[in-house]
């Protein structure tokens, strides 16, 4: 009998107990932005939050490497009133991938835990992510340390901060849909001088140098219930400027929304509208592993502007199903505009083997 009490005590208290109301994403006030550098740390309060580093770079013997670092901290239903240290209240999630030619398809990893007990965390204030031996930190110099050791291969880089940071959107408020509820918080930090070393599995590390785009983003509802991914860009161009273009697909494969903007070498910063924006495949690559037909060729228009983006390899697929639930397509491509080459940069292409969940 007493046990039969306590379990109903025990259901009666779930019943009650109301899921996480994740804080919504807001238009600005007028006149203001992001709060730099709080907002280089976690935001708990709301669902979903990444830091993104993506890079070129190459070894002393003139090779060239893609590499992407990620580390998600997703919140879920759990009680946030629960005092259990045990209580996975955060996720916190890692995603790492070296592109190399000489390989034919991308090396990754990945790994996950709930956040807690000094094992892995998303800390407030300032850009802190760790998970086991996954880390990184943003110095008072505003660098970033990254270190990790991959199943394939290990990372230790600095990526310094050469221009100002990116703020995407209207002052960091960043639509992703025709509901301004379909927002993120966003920012970019482009031109990141990259320099530290890269190890494969049995060999030594290798000294390398290059240039890394970082993305940092938070929200609580990003897609329409009629979006199936997006294709997303973030370039490095050769003099100095940075170029972040977005379209996000209904489940037709039709534009819902896109946005992008440029700052070019002179600093000017234009922002694209949604028909200013578009991406069109010019070459298509099916995996033999899942099936999917991923455009890694593809001209983007922003404007009067066009933009050619060629993969560094076709093979380029990230299978996360253990961590994120998703497959997808994240590897380093070069920019072309009028024929000439015009910089490097990193294209992420979601949804194409199965709707994206976030």
């Known amino acids: 009998m007493r046990r039969l009490t306590l379990l109903l005590l025990f259901c009666s208290a779930a019943a009650i107990a109301a899921p996480p109301a994740f804080a919504p994403v807001t238009p600005l006030p007028a006149g203001q932005s992001l709060r730099l550098p709080h907002d280089f740390g976690a935001h708990p309060a709301y669902k979903t939050e990444w830091w993104y580093a993506t890079g070129w770079v190459k070894t002393a013997g003139g090779e060239q490497l893609g590499y992407q670092v990620t580390f998600f901290r997703s919140a879920t239903a759990t009680d946030t009133l629960n005092p259990s240290a045990f209580a996975p209240k955060q996720l916190i999630i890692g995603h790492a991938a070296l592109s190399d030619p000489k390989v034919g398809k991308l090396l990754h990893d990945e790994k996950s835990a709930r956040e807690g007990f000094g094992l892995a965390y998303a800390k407030v ?19 970033y340390q990254v270190s990790l050791a991959a199943r394939d291969f290990t990372l230790q880089l600095t990526l310094a901060p050469t221009q100002p940071v990116l703020l995407q959107g209207d002052g960091g408020y960043s639509r992703k849909g025709a509901r301004p509820a379909q927002s993120s918080y966003y920012y970019s930090e482009p031109q990141l001088a990259t320099r530290g070393t890269i190890a494969r599995t049995g060999g030594k590390p290798e000294a390398v140098t290059g240039t890394t785009w970082l993305d940092h983003e938070w929200s609580s509802q990003v897609l329409d219930a009629d979006a199936s991914g997006w294709n997303w860009i973030g370039a490095n161009l050769d003099d100095g400027g940075a170029l972040m273009a977005f379209q996000i697909r209904s489940k037709t494969g039709a534009k819902l929304w896109a946005h992008a903007t440029w700052r070019d070498a002179s600093g000017k910063i234009r922002q694209f509208a949604p028909g200013d924006v578009d991406f069109t495949p010019t070459q298509l690559w099916r995996s033999p592993r899942t099936l999917a037909e991923y455009p890694v060729a593809t001209e983007i228009r922003t404007g009067p502007t066009r933009w050619h983006i060629k993969p560094l390899q076709a093979d380029q697929e990230l299978d996360s199903r253990r961590s994120t639930g998703a497959v997808y397509w994240e590897g380093a491509v070069t920019v072309e505009r009028n024929g000439q ?3 490097r940069a990193y294209l992420e292409m979601t949804g194409y083997v199965q709707p994206m969940k976030l």
């Open 341 to 343: 080459p015009v910089g």
């Open 125 to 143: 204030g300032d850009t802190d992510v760790k998970l086991d031996d996954w880390r990184m930190q943003r110095q008072a110099d505003g660098s």
